[in-house]
């Protein structure tokens, strides 16, 4: 955990960004790189009965880091992906409760630190 999924976002620029995003966060979070997912959408936008291109937005669900870690994680993935061309950038994070959060159908535990 974190899970970022992107939406119009080209699935070209979340991979050019995945890498150096991945160790920065894990970095931030103290957790293993793999720990962090990145989801790309690349559904449809609908204005007026057109077709157009979204405006790039990423949700993240992760567990309650404190504002001032969660700031941080805001930053670097509104950084890395400017980095990878995307010049405006929206970032919504989301919360997850650890008390309903079931890995194989069992309670999460969080992993240690690295």
């Not at 937005?57 to 309650?64: A, E, M, N, T």
């Not at 929206?90 to 159908?105: F, I, K, P, Q, T």
Request: aromatic letters at 8%; charged letters at 25%.
């Amino acid at each position: 955990m974190p899970r970022l999924t992107t939406h119009a976002i080209p699935l070209e620029t979340v991979q050019k960004a995945s890498g150096p995003l991945a160790r920065e966060i894990a970095g931030l979070l103290g957790i293993p790189e793999d720990f962090v997912t990145l989801e790309v959408r690349q559904d449809p936008f609908v204005r007026g009965g057109a077709v157009v291109a979204g405006d790039p937005f990423i949700s993240v669900s992760l567990f309650d880091r404190g504002p001032a870690m969660e700031d941080q994680v805001a930053r670097a993935i509104t950084r890395q992906f400017q980095a990878a061309g995307v010049p405006h950038l929206d970032v919504c994070l989301l919360h997850l409760e650890r008390a309903r959060y079931y890995e194989d159908g069992e309670p999460f535990v969080p992993p240690t630190r690295v």
